[in-house]
């Protein structure tokens, strides 16, 4: 999982992005109060204070202002303070900041100075203040963030990795949150799929195992046949049946691989070029008596760690559906990197045979497959084993005509 993709970061960074826009709402409504506060107390105080020296000074009256403010007319204005606009300023006047409300009545400009004033200092004090909360906030956010992600994550990641490894008990299920309810819903569902696949393998593996004694029966049967038979009559049909009986073993075999659940870390490699070589040869009969030229074309030589009798099963049953329904032309079986190729200049898939193979799982959903009546198998088995193997089989049409079928081995499990 990438980590822009992980819950605990999308928690985390939800709650650090609330953090955020809600520290910059409060930074603009006590931006606003602070200003609405210097109004209240520094410009309503000059202009209370202006009100009331103006009209005295003016008459002659003394003006003995409060600490800190100083009442200045005409010439007595300061030269640094006389270009000032109307209403309330900020200045600094030799490094010392001054607020100063300029206004004018009939006996001429007046200006009235703020010396004293200390609201810049508490402005800052304030200003800091609001800093260190906001910042508090934000990386409170995150630690809650945090907290919240741990305690929710952590308990999903414990129960997918126990699903993973495919424990029968699983954590959480004596908790009566959502968690506990998922955790429940989950060992229901896996149990029901483990009986289901338990099931499903012992029914395969149970009929294998009784299908073997009767076609061995079948098969010294047919070979005793074969021997003492003193015409082609009775030759010919028992080398049928011996045929048939050897493929049907041979798909009793493949059925109880696919049973077992796949190991294939731990097989010895089989050389695909090798059987790929084999099976082109054992299907040379089908094409014996048509115009039709099976080739092996060969290729750079890889192995394959998995069961024999799957990759013979899977490369086989192409081949000898190739050869079965080419009637003119040529079949070849070729190597890759990887890979082998199987082609024909036959007629092509039927649409529902395409059907099958571009649904996944098609082989389990009861889709009819296609294939030789040889090996019993169809595609969709084929598609089955590939599944089991790792790999992957791929479709196409030739470009003059036919299909070209490629099973592409896992790179995991191959060796050039």
């Known amino acids: 999982m990438l980590p822009s993709e992980s819950l605990h970061r999308r928690i985390v960074v939800a709650l650090v992005s609330f953090g955020v826009v809600l520290s910059l709402f409060v930074a603009v409504v006590a931006a606003i109060a602070v200003e609405g506060i210097e109004v209240h107390l520094v410009d309503n105080r000059l202009a209370e204070a202006a009100r009331w020296a103006s009209p005295r ?51 001429g400009p007046y200006v009235m100075v703020d010396h004293e004033s200390d609201y810049e200092k508490v402005e800052l004090v304030v200003y800091s203040m609001f800093a260190a909360a906001l910042l508090g906030i934000v990386l409170l956010a995150a630690l809650l963030g945090r907290f919240l992600a741990s305690r929710i994550v952590n308990p999903i990641s414990e129960l997918a990795d126990a699903v993973t490894h495919g424990q029968t008990a699983l954590p ?36 294998s195992h009784e299908l073997r004694s009767p076609l061995t029966v079948i098969m010294g049967a047919a070979e005793i046949l074969m021997t003492n038979a003193d015409s082609e009559a009775t030759r010919a049909p028992a080398e049928r049946i011996y045929r048939a009986a050897h493929e049907a073993a041979e798909c009793v075999t493949v059925l109880l691989l696919l049973a077992r659940a796949p190991e294939l870390g731990r097989l010895p490699p089989v050389q695909v070029d090798a059987i790929a070589a084999r099976e082109a040869e054992r299907y040379r009969a089908l094409v014996a008596h048509k115009p039709v030229a099976l080739h092996y074309k060969g290729g750079p030589p890889f192995a394959v760690q998995a069961p024999s009798e799957l990759c013979a099963a899977a490369i086989g049953n192409l081949v000898r559906n190739a050869c079965q329904y080419t009637e003119q032309g040529e079949v070849g079986v070729t190597l890759g990197k990887r890979c082998v190729i199987v082609e024909d200049t036959g007629p092509g898939l039927p649409q529902a045979v395409r059907a099958t193979l571009r649904q996944p799982g098609a082989a389990s959903n009861g889709v009819p497959s296609t294939g030789s009546a040889g090996t019993g198998l169809g595609l969709s088995l084929v598609y089955r084993i590939c599944e089991y193997l790792g790999a992957t089989l791929l479709h196409e049409d030739r470009a003059g005509g036919g299909s070209r079928f490629t099973i592409v081995f896992a790179r995991d499990f191959t060796q050039s």
């Open 57 to 107: 000074q003016a008459a002659g009256l003394p003006t003995e202002m409060p600490a800190g403010l100083r009442f200045h007319r005409g010439s007595d204005i300061p030269q640094s303070l006389r270009k000032l606009p109307q209403g309330v300023s900020e200045v600094d006047v030799d490094g010392v900041g001054l607020h100063v409300l300029t206004g004018a009545d009939a006996a």
């Open 172 to 207: 959480l299920t004596e908790r009566a949150d959502e968690l506990g309810i998922l955790a429940r819903a989950l060992q229901a569902h896996t149990a029901e799929l483990r009986a289901f696949l338990d099931r499903e393998r012992f029914f395969t593996g149970d009929v």
